[in-house]
T-cell receptor, first 112, second 111 residues
Framework: GENVEQHPSTLSVQEGDSAVIKCTYS??????FPWYKQELGKRPQLIID?????GEKKDQRIAVTLNKTAKHFSLHITETQPEDSAVYFC???????????FGAGTRLTVKP | NAGVTQTPKFRVLKTGQSMTLLCAQD?????MYWYRQDPGMGLRLIHY???????AKGEVPDGYNVSRLKKQNFLLGLESAAPSQTSVYFC??????????FGPGTRLTVT
């Protein structure tokens, strides 16, 4: 089955800096790659997703890039703010939510 | 519009006891999911449903059963709880196979 690895496990940045989280996947048939944000004690929330027919997608300060040849995708957060502090999870699947595999998560801390 | 709700929020069970977790959604979504979240392991899919009356196994289905008798409800059952089932359980729903909305979670401890 699909295996998703996520790095780093923890990341600390200064407010205003950029943050990058990277994920690799093993199944070349995977075609859907969402990113979720989970604040402490809260539910996961989808922040951005990308399909395999697209190489990059942006939404304000958040962007995701996908390299299908290398089987990796990354989350980029620019101009980080303290409220960006949370655990971020990447995921990969072939059939949308029905076979989704999540990475272990990255705890991002943005220092004011 | 409450979105996705879960009952109960917390529960402590003894080994061998049984219980049912209830997930309810008021968004008329076809798809519903049950996940467990353990420290350092992200979320893992237990079972899912693509519509009323249907269920399917996910990544870690052993020890759990589910039912979707009504479109708005998805029940997760533990017939004989084990300490390995100590976890936070999240339910989610989706109008299609993407972009799922999570409930607030249920923290289950099995002693």
């Amino acid at each position: 089955g699909e295996n998703v690895e996520q790095h780093p496990s923890t990341l600390s940045v200064q407010e205003g800096d950029s943050a990058v989280i990277k994920c690799t996947y093993s199944d070349s048939a995977s075609n859907y790659f969402p990113w979720y944000k989970q604040e402490l004690g809260k539910r996961p929330q989808l922040i951005i997703d990308i399909r395999s027919n697209v190489g990059e997608k942006k939404d304000q300060r958040i962007a995701v890039t996908l390299n299908k040849t290398a089987k990796h995708f990354s989350l980029h957060i620019t101009e980080t703010q303290p409220e960006d502090s949370a655990v971020y999870f990447c995921a990969a699947s072939k059939r949308g939510n029905n076979d989704m595999r999540f990475g272990a998560g990255t705890r991002l801390t943005v220092k004011p | 519009n409450a979105g996705v709700t879960q009952t109960p929020k917390f529960r402590v069970l003894k080994t061998g006891q049984s219980m049912t977790l209830l997930c309810a959604q008021d968004m008329n979504h076809e798809y519903m999911y049950w996940y467990r979240q353990d420290p350092g392991m992200g979320l893992r899919l237990i079972h899912y449903s693509v519509g009323e009356g249907t269920t399917a196994k996910g990544e870690v289905p052993d020890g759990y059963n589910v039912s979707r008798l009504k479109k708005q409800n998805f029940l997760l059952g533990l017939e004989s709880a084990a300490p390995s089932q100590t976890s936070v359980y999240f339910c989610a729903s989706s109008p299609w196979a993407y972009e799922q909305y999570f409930g607030p979670g249920t923290r289950l401890t099995v002693t």
